[in-house]
């Protein structure tokens, strides 16, 4: 089955960037997502890429894309404590509808 | 409503009872989606309804566990005789059909329900 990877944990210091970093299996996922999960709440979107993109950028994020590694980073510049969350990674499966498979999520601690 | 509702937020069970788990997706919303968030896990697929019907119920974990879907809208997830490892995080999501244009495929999500089986 489809895999998609992330690293467990991040810790930053307020002020600093933030990187997460994501490797999935399905080459022909149409969309990448960025999904943020706050302690005792449920997912929300962040941010999404299009397979056909390299780069988006959105305020304080930026969303990589290396379709050939198939590699997808989150960057978050300027990190604040509020930024402190669970972050997922996810892809859309192409023969399933808008099903996605997530990742194991990065915890991101900032610290002051 | 605004956005996804799952009821009840929170439910203590004794070993062997069965639980029944609810979801109103957001109106309008053709896809429904059961996730399982165990502690310090990641997201488990469960199921997804497009509809009624369920295209895809390869994630639900053993014959105790089932869902249904009525007149396109409430699911309910229900789960039969529990067993101490199905306590989790039972997350549901919405999303417009996957047809629709402009749809980016994104889901919606509720805040879940925090199953605990003693």
């Known amino acids: 089955g489809e895999d998609v990877e992330q690293s467990l944990f991040l810790s930053v210091r307020e002020g600093d960037s933030s990187v997460i970093n994501c490797t999935y299996t399905?080459?022909?996922?149409?969309?990448l997502y960025w999904y943020k999960q706050e302690p005792g709440a449920g997912l929300q979107l962040l941010t999404y890429?299009?397979?056909?993109?390299d780069m988006k950028q959105d305020q304080r994020l930026t969303v990589l894309l290396n379709k050939k590694d198939k590699h997808l980073s989150l960057r978050i510049a300027d990190t604040q404590t509020g930024d402190s969350a669970i972050y997922f990674c996810?892809?859309?499966?192409?023969?399933?509808?808008?099903?996605?498979?997530f990742g194991g999520g990065t915890r991101l601690m900032v610290k002051p | 409503g605004a956005g996804v509702s799952q009821s009840p937020s929170n439910k203590v069970t004794e070993k062997g009872k069965d639980v029944e788990l609810r979801c109103d997706p957001i109106?309008?919303?053709?896809?429904l989606y059961w996730y399982r968030q165990s502690l310090g896990q990641g997201l488990e697929f469960l199921i997804y309804?497009?509809?009624?019907?369920?295209?895809?119920k390869s994630g639900l974990p053993s014959d105790r566990f089932s869902a249904e879907r009525t007149g396109g809208s409430v699911s309910t997830l229900t789960i039969q005789r529990t067993q101490q490892e199905d306590s989790a995080v039972y997350l549901c999501?919405?999303?417009?059909?996957?047809?629709?244009?402009?749809?980016?495929?994104?889901?919606?999500f509720g805040e879940g329900s925090r199953l605990t089986v003693l």
């Open positions: 996810a892809e859309s499966l192409s023969d399933a509808g808008n099903m996605l498979t």
């Open positions: 399905d080459s022909s996922s149409t969309y």
């Open positions: 309804f497009q509809g009624n019907s369920a295209p895809d």
């Open positions: 109106s309008g919303h053709t896809a």
């Open positions: 890429i299009f397979s056909n993109m």
């Open positions: 999501a919405s999303s417009l059909n996957e047809k629709d244009r402009g749809n980016t495929g994104e889901l919606f």
